[in-house]
């Protein structure tokens, strides 16, 4: 959930970096029109760039959390198992004796 959060923040990041590019465009003269589309396209492929990195940044980490926590449910089941195993040979001793 907070990777997805992450990952819509830094796509909408990247969209208002684009339209602001977009806006300077459209404001710009004539002569200087090129330069400032080629600037402005420049501009949205790193903010789209960016948003990209930080959508996988965050999916990547939240994988990762989500092994820890299975890896953490496998040790205390085994835990749980072991706590079973002797208790249950402790009471099988006590009987022999």
Same mark, same amino acid.
């Not at 806006?23 to 960016?50: I, L």
């Given at each position: 959930?907070?990777?997805?959060?992450? +990952?819509?923040? @830094?796509?909408?990041?990247?969209?208002?970096?684009?339209?602001?590019?977009?806006?300077?465009? %459209?404001?710009? +003269?004539?002569? *200087?029109?090129?330069?400032?589309?080629?600037?402005?396209?420049?501009?949205?492929?790193? @903010?789209?760039?960016?948003?990209?990195?930080? +959508?996988?940044?965050?999916?990547?980490?939240? *994988?990762?959390?989500?092994?820890? %926590?299975?890896? *953490?449910?496998?040790?205390?089941?085994?835990?749980? @198992?072991?706590?079973?195993?002797?208790?249950?040979a402790d009471?099988?001793?006590?009987?022999?004796?």
């Open positions: 959930m907070k990777a997805e959060k992450k +990952s819509a923040k @830094a796509h909408a990041d990247a969209d208002k970096t684009k339209a602001k590019a977009e806006a300077k465009v %459209a404001g710009a +003269s004539p002569e *200087d029109k090129t330069k400032v589309e080629a600037k402005a396209d420049k501009t949205a492929a790193k @903010a789209d760039a960016k948003a990209e990195k930080t +959508s996988v940044k965050a999916e990547t980490k939240a *994988d990762v959390v989500q092994v820890k %926590a299975a890896g *953490d449910k496998a040790v205390a089941k085994s835990e749980t @198992a072991a706590v079973k195993a002797e208790a249950k009471v099988k001793a006590a009987g022999t004796k």
